[in-house]
């Protein structure tokens, strides 16, 4: 037992071995330990979705995990998103939609649609609304947010 | 001309969808101290003594910060009134003012020293939350009169007091008068990014970055305070994550600025979401408003009385104050008016600016009064409007004109929403008008630099939060240079770097700045046509310039060719400059007119479920009379955001107080706003384009038009539906509930 | 959060004699979505966190055996409501368990964390309530079964004695004909904590059994056996009294910050004759099929 913890994770496809504070948050550590600054701190108690990232295949508010739970999973977050040399379609699609203005919350915008749309790949709008209700956006863009998943989602049927 | 009025990729957009945008807190800066506010669970106390030896113990920590660390006398500042201490000063005002700061080489570390600093404190009994505790005769009060020498209202919690008016009330008949008092609540801005600062020494002055959306203010405001010069004073401001005017005016700057200076390190502080709640909010409000009317409805005078309970310091609340009850009477042709606004302080926390600066607080008031006379004198509620509106270039306040047609803009919505047509049961509609001033005064100044091989960068020192700045002036640039757009670079948020701007705010940026980029870019134009004349041998009558081109006698030529044949071999670049001044007018009670109106006409449609008081909107629609959508997907996330963010405060945001002061909702669980599951289930944003405002190719600002009515579209929708009128915001489900109990028990 | 150290047992006994050892210095750590906030707030400075993710009985299971379903201690909210077997034999259940926060809460946050939690507004404590789950508990002397209705106690509070927790939740699968409808008062339709939670449940025999939370310190439940409730034939009007009686254990606070006692009080009734109604409706398709 320990106040220090080793893991071993696989962050974006790349596996690290790391030693974390048992007391620090997964947030914490992409943030501070890893440098990956793209996902965000806000509200701190698991109801804005800044924090959003994926962890063995699913959307999880990091700021509501301790960075010991993910030994020996799999996270991903927004940086992970990008394919070598282009933005993913859903990225593409948000920026086609204008579904990014302040875009503070958009990183956790689009781990959640990256979960719905790997478990749900022809979502309804009421279903995208549900799968990105965890997300809060001040700047108010749900409705470019919703047409851009299901944009995404639509170009990936017709693809 | 083809990206005015276009939708291209939004300016810092890659950024943003792919997590490498720095926000102010990714920015990481080495040996840094980070930094961790103390703060008293009270709302009102007096600071005996503040032990902090075993603050100093916990390993880390480099030193605790206390108002003993600070100059004699205690350094105020205030973009206003100079009143608030940079840490409290032997009493704290409001639940969640600092009275120390901790310094540590970790965040882990300044937390835990947080929790060990001792204040031996005094709880203070009582206190000003409310106007009426505020203007109860034996009142404490709030400030320290000393602190206003001179003013007839020292001794008062009314900080000032503004009338407004013309004509003469008494003298107007009236068929009908109708008076009533309503309430706007306490709300916080919540974006999503909190607050963040940092300070750094550097060469005999300072660096310092913040989320503000003032750049320029603050190194003004930190160059005075400091003694140095503006060019020792360094701001960063990476664009704020959603600021909606609480990122406006200093808030912890000059505390950590002063720790940075005492460290001789880096300084580092990022509010959590819980401390954006205890420092910023809006002004909240009681407004009583009495209307005379004649038989047919036609407004023979207005009386209005706007009282503004701000906060502990009044920040930028006083301007809120004058600039929203100058208009109060509203987009109406009004013979005669008299309006009164109070800056009122409170043991609350400080009030800021919000979108919309004061005109959804008195606009609730003023158009739900409207639907009251239209009902009694058995008028439709949106003709009474149409009837009252000021018309194209109506004086409808002394020394402002209507700058736009109005009335077209209230039938749009008027259409859109089904006005008149027939409604199932428990659903009714509302329509409301609103107005909001631009800016009065402005001074933008921008850099423009075509280079040799046809890509440009633009400096621009507007703050882009979210309302796309970034890209309208990239926008403007390309054509005017006849440049692709996504080969401008916009440089923002380095008063080092970028010429001066004054703010950003007022829905201004795109009519100011926009100009001044123009100017810049036609600065370009003429130097290349100048250089142009001499490499042709032409005489410099003979070239005309238009976007991207030059004219010249027997060819159109594109202005970048043109560059690389006078400017190789050795190539370059060509820079022009352009500036947009509109200066303090010292006759007008405001400053200045108006830059331009940001006129807006919403109607809603609502379903009450009777028995347990939710309302669901069903449509929504908000049209605006925006000049020119220079870019129409941002202009529509922006009257969308501002419509969403209006029916927050409409039907679920409000601070909760308990009864000695404190707030009990702070954060996200028990402060509600809107999410995805909340939207009405149908909104509509519109704009109207007559390309009449002051700004390139015709624009207005737009942003805050959405807002300024939403309450009393949707409380007008609420009462028709149900008959039980609610004054005071938020409309929650028990609110609504409760008027329909009342409603019942009346009837 | 204070200095606490780590702790990853891998059996039941293990995780059993830390939790003994420690008592009130140690903290069970399952999905997290509490216990973080009370870490980050420092309501609760534990000597050692027990993450019990690791150990065999706790890996995420909804399984049926002769009769009755078991729900394991690490099935989250998510399971509850993408399970087939849930929304045949116990549609209460995950019409509760989706509203749960959002789907990043409902992909961390387990069925057994939200009653060991103990909050008065836990949407899961009316529906398992209704339903008479037993809580399977191990313990230094070994494993107990506790009906629901004792484990719960009191705010924050179980039947869980030092060194003790829970495996499993099951659940009897009810006899047929049977309705049973969740549902609660919240301020918006987006994700909240609610203001009143209420599970009513009915069956052929006449019986209704009610629970409704965050009225009092726990949710109650309240079985009515005079059959007028459960009857469809009743015309609702007649029901207005014998169901308002059933609310006679709430309680809600003068001091609460989501909603008015007297609001609730009212909500009750409508809600109550609002899930009632499902849970007949529902009933009686059951009946016609």
């Known amino acids: ?159 | 001309m083809h990206n005015v009025g276009a939708s291209p990729r939004r300016g810092g957009g890659y950024g943003r969808v792919t997590g490498h945008q720095e926000y102010l807190a990714d920015i990481k800066l080495n040996d840094v101290l980070h930094v961790k506010l103390v703060t008293l669970d009270v709302a009102r106390a007096r600071i005996l003594s503040i032990d902090t030896s075993d603050a100093e113990q916990v390993p880390g920590v480099a030193f605790v910060f206390t108002p003993d660390d600070l100059p004699k006398p205690m350094p105020r500042f205030g973009p206003i009134f100079q009143d608030r201490p940079v840490l409290a000063e032997g009493e704290i005002k409001y639940h969640g003012e600092p009275v120390a700061a901790v310094a540590a080489d970790t965040k882990d570390a300044a937390e835990e020293g947080a929790l060990r600093v001792k204040v031996n404190y005094e709880k203070l009994p009582g206190g000003v939350f409310t106007i009426a505790d505020a203007l109860a005769p034996d009142a404490v009060l709030v400030q320290d009169p000393a602190l206003r020498p001179g003013d007839p209202l020292a001794d008062t919690n009314v900080m000032s007091e503004k009338r407004f008016g013309w004509g003469d009330i008494d003298a107007q008949e009236a068929d009908l008068v109708v008076e009533d008092t309503y309430q706007f609540p306490m709300v916080t801005h919540f974006a999503i990014e909190p607050h963040g600062f940092m300070a750094a020494p550097e060469d005999g002055g300072i660096a310092l970055w913040s989320t503000i959306q003032h750049p320029y203010l603050l190194q003004k405001m930190m160059a005075k305070m400091l003694g140095l010069s503006l060019s020792k004073v360094r701001v960063q401001a990476p664009d704020p994550g959603g600021g909606f005017g609480g990122k406006q005016i200093p808030k912890y700057e000059p505390l950590i600025a002063y720790m940075a200076l005492k460290a001789g390190r880096p300084c580092r502080l990022v509010l959590s979401l819980d401390e954006t709640f205890q420092a910023v909010r809006r002004s909240s409000a009681e407004i009583r408003v009495r209307t005379g009317f004649n038989s047919e409805g036609y407004i023979q005078f207005q009386d209005i009385e706007t009282n503004f309970l701000v906060g502990a310091y009044v920040d930028i609340a006083d301007r809120v104050v004058g600039k929203s009850s100058y208009a109060a009477a509203g987009p109406y042709r009004v013979p005669a008016a008299k309006i009164i606004g109070r800056t009122i302080v409170s043991h609350t926390m400080p009030s800021t600016a919000f979108r919309g600066f004061g005109i959804p607080q008195i606009s609730w008031a003023r158009e739900m009064m409207m639907d009251e006379a239209a009902l009694r004198l058995g008028i439709d509620r949106l003709e009474i409007r149409l009837r009252n509106l000021a018309r194209f270039n109506d004086e409808f306040i002394p020394l402002e004109r209507a700058d736009g047609d109005w009335e077209q803009t209230v039938r749009i919505a008027a259409k859109r929403i089904g006005w008149g047509d027939p409604l199932p049961p428990d659903h009714g509609r509302g329509i409301a008008v609103g107005l909001k001033s631009g800016p009065t005064t402005g001074l933008s100044y921008s850099t423009v630099r075509l280079l040799f091989d046809g890509s440009a960068i633009v400096y621009a020192g507007t703050s882009d939060m979210g309302q796309g700045a970034r890209t309208i002036f990239a926008q403007i640039a390309a054509d005017e240079l006849g440049v692709d757009f996504d080969q401008v670079r916009v440089v923002m948020g380095d008063t080092s770097v970028v010429p001066y701007d004054q703010q950003t705010s007022a829905s201004r940026s795109s009519v100011l700045m926009g100009t001044a980029v123009q100017r810049a870019c036609h600065d370009v134009q003429q130097k290349v046509a100048d250089r142009a004349a001499k490499h042709y041998g032409l005489d410099e009558d003979s070239i005309k310039i238009a976007s991207g081109l030059l004219v010249l006698p027997d060819r159109e030529v594109s202005l970048v060719e043109v560059v690389q044949e006078v400017l190789a071999p050795l190539g370059g670049e060509i820079i022009g400059n352009g500036e947009m001044r509109k200066d303090k007018d010292p006759n007008h009670p405001l400053g200045g007119t108006a830059a331009f109106f940001e006129f807006n006409c919403t109607a809603s449609e609502v379903k009450v479920d009777k028995d347990t008081g939710h309302v669901t909107v069903i449509k929504h629609v908000t049209v605006g009379d925006v000049g020119k959508s220079l870019n129409p997907l941002q202009v529509q996330s922006q009257d969308d955001g501002a419509a969403i963010m209006g029916l927050g405060h409409t039907l679920m945001e409000h601070y909760i107080f308990d009864d000695e002061g404190r707030v009990r909702n702070i954060g996200a669980i028990d402060y509600r706003i809107l999410t995805s599951m909340d939207l009405p289930l149908e909104l509509h944003s519109e704009s109207v384009e007559n390309a009449d405002g002051p700004g390139p190719y015709g624009i207005k600002g737009v942003s805050e038009g959405s807002l300024l009515v939403t309450a009393p579209a949707v409380g007008a929708a609420v009462r028709d539906a149900t008959g039980a009128l609610i004054r005071d915001l938020p409309m929650t489900p028990q609110r609504v509930w409760e008027a329909l109990q009342e409603a019942k028990s009346e009837a | 959060m204070n200095k606490f150290e780590y702790a990853r047992p891998e059996t039941v006994a293990e995780a059993v004699d830390l939790l003994a050892q420690f008592g009130d210095d140690a903290r069970i750590l399952a999905g997290g979505t509490d216990l973080v906030i009370e870490l980050r707030n420092r309501w609760t400075e534990p000597k050692v966190v027990v993450d019990v993710k690791r150990i065999p009985e706790f890996a995420p299971s909804i399984t049926e055996h002769d009769g009755v379903v078991s729900i394991s201690a690490g099935a989250v909210m998510a399971d509850v409501t993408a399970s087939d077997l849930m929304h045949r034999e116990f549609p209460a259940l995950p019409e509760a368990a989706v509203v749960v926060g959002s789907v990043q809460i409902r992909a961390r946050a387990t069925v057994a964390g939200n009653i060991c939690n103990g909050s008065p507004a836990a949407d899961t404590s009316p529906p398992l309530l209704v339903y008479g789950a037993v809580v399977v508990v191990a313990g230094p002397s070994g494993k107990r079964r506790i009906p629901i209705d004792d484990f719960i106690v009191g705010p924050g509070k179980t039947a869980l004695e030092r060194g003790e927790l829970v495996l499993a939740i099951e659940l009897p699968i009810p006899g047929r004909p049977s309705g049973s409808a969740y549902t609660r008062l919240t301020r918006r339709r987006g994700t909240d904590l609610a203001s009143i939670t209420l599970c009513c449940g009915v069956d052929g025999n006449g019986t209704t059994r009610l629970s409704y939370g965050s009225v009092g310190p726990r949710a109650f439940l309240v079985v009515d056996d005079s059959g007028v409730l459960a009857d469809p034939s009743v015309p609702i009007a007649e029901k207005v009294e014998p169901l308002d009686r059933m609310f006679y254990q709430a309680s809600p606070s003068l001091r609460s910050l989501r909603a008015s006692p007297d609001y609730r009080l009212a909500m009750l009734r409508v809600l109550g004759a609002r899930a009632l109604e499902t849970a007949i409706s529902r009933m009686t398709k059951e009946l016609v099929t």
Do not use: W
């Open chain 1, 1 to 159: 037992m320990n106040t220090m913890i080793e893991i071993d994770v696989t962050i974006n496809g790349r596996p690290r071995t790391l030693e974390v504070a048992a007391n620090h948050t997964l947030l914490e550590m992409l943030r501070d330990d890893v440098d990956l600054t793209g996902t965000k701190e806000c509200c701190v108690v698991g109801e804005c979705g800044a924090c959003t990232v994926i962890v063995n295949g699913r959307a999880m508010n990091s700021c509501l995990m301790l960075a010991a739970e993910v030994d020996g999973a799999e996270v991903v977050t927004v940086e992970g998103l990008e394919m070598t040399d282009d933005l993913s379609p859903l990225q593409g699609a948000f920026l086609d939609e204008g579904a990014a203005q302040c875009g503070f919350c958009i990183p956790g915008q689009l781990m959640a649609a990256t979960a719905l749309l790997m478990h749900n790949q022809d979502p309804s709008v009421e279903e995208i609304q549900e799968g990105l209700a965890g997300n809060l956006c001040r700047c108010a863009g749900y409705e470019q947010i919703t047409k851009a998943v299901m944009a995404a989602a639509r170009g990936a049927i017709d693809a």
